[in-house]
């Protein structure tokens, strides 16, 4: 995967004026930019904000802690693909505080898929606001819509009936997934027992997703684009969307092709380019700040640093 990321971004330099990406660089507006940079803090937070209140029902965590399992986490996404590192976060909780993995994996499955549905409705809106009709536009009405159509299933599907087979009970492994379905539908009855928690948490989602395109639109705003915030809206979610596929790394490489077909009638692509090498900052330096709370995870949960 990283050798993929690697090979993308040589062929995206090999067709590009890199002189004139130079250019557009120094050129930057320094000021936008650490607005555009100062904009993790309040990511970090919220979403450490909404992982809390995730796991309210059964576990009492601190704000801070969960700031650190975010950024631990986070610096595990550099390594892996489609932000697969956020499967420590229930890991670590249950090596420090006991935590039932199985429900600690049905929130992460719960997270990454309000975290869909809140993009979904991002997509939508910045549809809504662009007034454009093409295929893209299409593309992501049509994936949102679907998207938005799991919510009432997840609502009302029993999951216990489908555990209770006794197909279930044929295997060990089998039979732990049994137990994953269990759990699924209790994790299920205690959302839907708490509207309000609900509603606050797919709130703070769609508030978090709001602030990942706002810093889109302030980096473009960084290099001197033109490129209006509802375009933004519009076709940042669907470069983000490609840039989740698990090819490769943090989406390095296929977000960025994204980005150059989705904004190349719109900008020079010398300049998306550019904004997409600066974009790739949301993923490494949260990783990078959370270098050491990761060592230190590691350290308390017992787990080998090296693989012996």
């Known amino acids: 995967m990283i050798l993929l990321s690697v090979g ?10 890199v002189q004139e990406l130079k250019r557009y660089i120094v050129e930057v507006d320094v000021h936008w930019l650490v607005l555009a940079v ?3 803090i309040p990511q970090i937070y919220v979403s450490a904000y909404r992982w809390q209140m995730m796991v309210a029902d059964r576990i009492s965590v601190s704000l801070w802690e969960c700031t650190k399992l975010a950024l631990a986490a986070a610096s595990l996404n550099i390594l892996v693909p489609s932000r697969v590192g956020d499967l420590s976060k229930p890991y670590f909780m249950g090596k420090i505080k006991g935590w039932n993995m199985h429900r600690g994996l049905n929130v992460v499955v719960f997270e990454k898929y309000i975290d869909l549905a809140s993009l979904a409705i991002v997509i939508l809106t910045g549809t809504v606001w662009s007034l454009q009709a093409d295929s893209t536009t299409l593309f992501g009405v049509s994936f949102s819509l679907a998207v938005l159509a799991v ?8 999951l216990d009936r489908w555990a209770a087979l006794p197909f279930w009970g044929r295997h060990k492994i089998l039979r732990k997934m049994g137990e994953f379905l269990l759990e699924s539908q209790m994790y299920l009855n205690d959302i839907k027992t708490n509207h309000g928690r609900v509603t606050q948490i797919i709130g703070v989602s769609v508030g978090l997703w709001f602030l990942h395109i706002i810093q889109f639109y302030v980096f473009f705003l960084a290099f001197h684009s033109q490129v209006s915030v509802f ?9 983000i969307l490609v840039g989740l596929l698990p090819l490769t790394v943090a989406g390095v490489g296929t977000r960025d092709s994204a980005m150059i077909y989705l904004f190349k009638p719109l900008e020079e692509v010398s300049l998306i380019v550019g904004v997409g090498l600066f974009v790739s900052l949301r993923y490494f330096v949260p990783g990078l700040l959370g270098l050491p709370f990761l060592n230190q995870y590691v350290v308390k949960s017992g787990m080998p640093k090296d693989g012996g």
């Open 231 to 239: 375009d933004v809206f519009r076709l940042v979610p669907i470069a």
């Open 8 to 17: 993308i971004m040589a062929i995206i330099f090999w067709r590009i004026d």
């Open 38 to 40: 100062m904009l993790f």
């Open 151 to 158: 919510f009432p299933v997840i609502y009302f599907i029993r």
